[in-house]
């Protein structure tokens, strides 16, 4: 097997919806063939993209055709309340938020605003909410479950939210600010 084959292999097995990083694909390919040169990998998965075998997002590697689902909890479902108008917020921008959260276990009230500004993507907030505001027009009410591993995860954020919970979020885009 060529070190390209042994790279399409371990993404085979990693089966990652948006396709598998390369330090994923470097470790994957060690532990089921053994060591391979660093070297050897980079050209294995520049050529792999250019004649078409691979198709790379990013810092990202799938094969083409290959759509794999998202993992159990690894979205957010999003139900919309009210329809918004006018222009979708997009990453990079700063927008402005009403929220309430509640917890899904018990519907206990953990935090809430009226404005609250952040950009969009950049890490500030968790990650569900990077995900699901992304495309909301203002004015638009969202209702979002938010497991916990795109919550607060296994640590939680005591002691209002505990660990492993699953959030729920009435969420408003007040504005997207330029």
């Not at 089921?32 to 660093?38: I, L, M, T």
């Not at 500030?124 to 495309?135: E, F, L, P, R, S």
């Amino acid at each position: 097997r060529t070190v390209l084959d042994k790279v399409v292999r371990a993404i085979e097995l990693l089966a990652e919806p948006g396709g598998a990083s390369r330090p994923a694909i470097a470790k994957c390919v060690k532990e089921v063939y053994g060591e391979v040169s660093a070297v050897f990998l980079k050209k294995a998965l520049a050529s792999g993209a250019k004649n078409g075998r691979l198709v790379q997002t990013g810092q990202r590697f799938a094969l083409p055709g290959v759509h794999i689902a998202p993992r159990e909890g690894t979205t957010v479902k999003k139900t919309v309340l009210k329809q918004g108008s006018g222009e979708h917020a997009s990453r990079g921008d700063d927008v402005d938020v009403r929220y309430a959260g509640t917890l899904a276990s018990d519907g206990s009230k953990f935090d809430s605003a009226a404005h609250f500004r952040f950009t969009l993507g950049a890490g500030d907030v968790i990650k569900g909410w990077d995900q699901a505001v992304v495309g909301m027009q203002v004015g638009e009410k969202v209702r979002l479950e938010v497991p916990p591993a795109l919550g607060y995860g296994k640590k939680g954020a005591p002691p209002e939210i505990p660990p492993n919970s699953t959030l729920i979020f009435e969420v408003t885009l007040n504005a997207i600010i330029k």
